[in-house]
């Protein structure tokens, strides 16, 4: 085989066999330290499994989310990890009603909360300043993403609440807005 050049199509395989051993991942920006951490452990996981990873990247775009998770589906991805903030919870319902395996990360939806792994961003970050407050610091500062998710506001919200609930002033100029990168967080 290899001297005709052979090489099995996977495609092929996976039309017989109606699976596949890829793994679809959806991040917002593979570029980001977060996501390329995120995308891999999915991977090093998935290489375990003797399985493989396809990566779509959203962009923080929800036509862009919607692209990816199309391509992962059309590309007969076994399972989706996705990490999407800009399509709607009902988008993503009907997403994972079309893929049993379809896993969202930090992202909370109530209908299908069993699929859904997320994090407590009030709560961390309030508990993030009663640990600095505790150190002895009362001029502390907030840097949040500029991009309209929920994360930024909950952290915020958890922030302005521990500053508050141990009777320090919040001055408006504490909490900067900036890229969710490298570059928007020296900004600040």
Same mark, same amino acid.
């Given at each position: ?8 199509? !996977?495609?092929?395989? !996976? ?33 375990? $499994? ?23 589906? $059309?590309?007969?991805? &076994? ?54 407050? !505790?150190?002895?610091?009362? &001029? ?40 969710? $990168? $490298? ?6």
């Amino acid at each position: 085989m290899k001297e005709l050049g052979y090489r099995p199509n !996977a495609n092929a395989r !996976a039309l017989v066999s109606q699976t596949t051993n890829t793994l679809g991942v959806l991040v917002s920006d593979v570029a980001d330290p977060f996501f390329g951490s995120m995308v891999g452990a999915v991977d090093k996981v998935a290489r375990a $499994n003797g399985k493989h990873i396809l990566i779509g990247n959203g962009y923080h775009s929800a036509d862009e989310e919607r692209r990816a998770i199309e391509l992962l589906i $059309n590309s007969r991805c &076994q399972a989706l990890v996705i990490h999407a903030k800009g399509i709607s919870d009902k988008e993503l319902i009907d997403y994972a009603n079309e893929v049993k395996g379809l896993v969202v990360i930090n992202r909370h939806i109530p209908e299908i909360a069993s699929r859904c792994i997320s994090l407590d961003n009030y709560k961390g970050a309030y508990m993030a300043t009663e640990h600095l407050i !505790a150190q002895g610091h009362s &001029q502390i500062a907030c840097i949040a993403s500029s991009h309209q998710i929920s994360d930024s506001e909950e952290r915020v919200a958890g922030f302005e609440d521990a500053m508050k609930a141990n009777g320090i002033e919040l001055n408006p100029h504490c909490i900067e807005y900036g890229e969710p $990168n $490298n570059q928007g967080g020296s900004q600040q």
